[in-house]
């Protein structure tokens, strides 16, 4: 069975600083996507970037970056330059077959920027 | 439009009674997913459907629940005899299929409240 653990229920951070959202994993399938989706207070869900299990590099959409460490397996989003419209809950997900599968989601990081 | 189409956007109903939910996808996506989710809490897979046929319905809770998806595109998740633990967010997200790096792309959900 797949499991996605994001430990950081709230986080707080400067407007225009970095910020570091943690997401590890666990599956048996050797082929698997992970994604990133943004959900503002207006609810709808809105994806942010993918990295395939076997892709050699960090995805990057952005100011969006994705830290993979398989071995670790970890997943953190990384957020340059933050800004006020950032502040929203941001769910890890992954998926079997490099993402053709379910999404399983995990209980999500809220963030805050403060000005 | 271009986006994934919930409706209604907001449902009431009374506990015991049943309830229709509607997912109008992006044309042309074959693949399309219903998630439940909680307040608080990241979206809980449903069921799957790749175009007409519902190829996973190992998350519907009870046989209280039923997708279909006769014509391969529009969908209706049914509720019947409403029960109050019933009450969440409920997400349809649609996506192309076979391709690597194809995110799920979600409507705005149905805030459904059994009173």
């Known amino acids: 069975a797949q499991k996605i653990t994001q430990t950081q229920p709230g986080m707080f951070v400067q407007e225009k600083e970095a910020v570091t959202l943690d997401c590890t994993y666990d599956?048996?399938?050797?082929?698997?996507?992970l994604f990133w989706y943004k959900q503002p207070s207006s609810g709808e869900m809105i994806f942010l970037i993918y990295?395939?299990?076997?892709?050699?590099q960090n995805a990057t959409e952005g100011r969006y970056s994705l830290n993979f460490q398989k071995a670790r397996k970890s997943a953190n989003l990384v957020i340059s330059a933050s800004q006020l419209g950032d502040s929203a809950m941001y769910f890890c997900?992954?998926?079997?077959?490099?993402?053709?599968?379910?999404?399983?989601f995990g209980t999500g990081t809220r963030l805050t920027i403060i000005p | 439009g271009a986006g994934v189409s919930q409706s209604p956007r907001y449902k009431v109903a009374k506990r015991g009674q049943d309830v229709a939910l509607r997912c109008d996808p992006i044309?042309?996506?074959?693949?399309l997913f219903w998630y439940q989710q909680a307040l608080g809490q990241g979206p809980e897979f449903l069921t799957y459907?790749?175009?007409?046929?519902?190829?996973?319905k190992s998350g519907l809770p009870s046989d209280r629940f039923f997708a279909e998806r006769p014509e391969g595109s529009v969908s209706t998740l049914k509720i019947q005899r409403t029960q109050q633990e019933d009450s969440a967010v409920y997400l349809c997200?649609?996506?192309?299929?076979?391709?690597?790096?194809?995110?799920?792309?979600f409507g705005d959900g149905t805030r459904l409240s059994i009173l």
């Open positions: 997200a649609s996506s192309s299929v076979g391709q690597r790096n194809q995110p799920q792309h």
């Open positions: 599956t048996s399938d050797p082929s698997y996507g």
């Open positions: 990295q395939g299990s076997y892709d050699q």
């Open positions: 997900a992954m998926s079997e077959n490099f993402g053709n599968e379910k999404l399983t």
């Open positions: 044309s042309g996506h074959v693949s």
């Open positions: 459907f790749q175009n007409e046929a519902q190829l996973d």
